[in-house]
């Protein structure tokens, strides 16, 4: 079985919790990184939404391309939708990423996509509104502010330049040093 390169652009990338043989950076053109779904389960609850992130079309964005060997192919897809596709929110898809640095060229790469006709679809939400859903919300995988500062914090320690989170994480950790 042929190996499987899988496209992590939030907390697959610090957490991805499958085995994988390489992580590569890349990019992926025509989506990008948006704090765009409401979240029920994982860092909210429908009473209680959070946010959590999603490809979104039009753009680009640089995240982690992990390689799987081909012996763990199904079981990491199981995985990944059992954790991705839990309202199915997402769109499974193959999308060609572009990888950096020795292992250059381009592949194909599972990733999901935000289905925007799905009802935990947000939109473009102004800074203040995303602040407001993050800063009180948890799920069953923790609180929302934990997620956002964790992906903030990885893409920052990767170089990957995300105004937006960056600005939302900066005034997460402002409420925490507060409180």
Not at 45 to 58: N, S, W
Not at 95 to 109: I, K
Not at 110 to 129: F, I, K, M
Request: hydrophobic share 40%; proline share 4%.
């Amino acid at each position: 079985m042929s190996d499987l390169w899988v496209f992590g652009y939030g907390s697959l990338m610090w957490r991805p919790g499958f085995p994988y043989e390489i992580a590569v950076p890349g990019v992926l053109h025509g989506a990008h990184r948006s704090l765009c779904v409401y979240s029920w389960v994982h860092r909210g609850t429908e009473q209680r939404p959070g946010l959590v992130l999603g490809l979104d079309r039009g753009g680009a964005c640089r995240g982690i391309a992990f390689r799987v060997a081909g012996r763990n192919r199904e079981e990491v897809i199981a995985y990944l939708r059992e954790r991705e596709q839990v309202t199915a929110v997402y769109l499974e898809a193959e999308r060609r990423v572009r990888l950096d640095g020795e292992e250059g060229g381009t592949v194909s790469a599972l990733t999901y996509l935000v289905n925007r006709d799905h009802h935990q679809y947000a939109g473009v939400l102004s800074t203040e509104r995303q602040f407001e859903l993050v800063q009180g919300a948890q799920g069953q995988s923790g609180p929302n502010p934990e997620y956002v500062l964790n992906t903030a914090a990885h893409l920052e320690e990767l170089k990957i330049h995300d105004p937006a989170l960056s600005a939302l994480a900066k005034r997460l950790k402002a409420l925490a040093a507060v409180v």
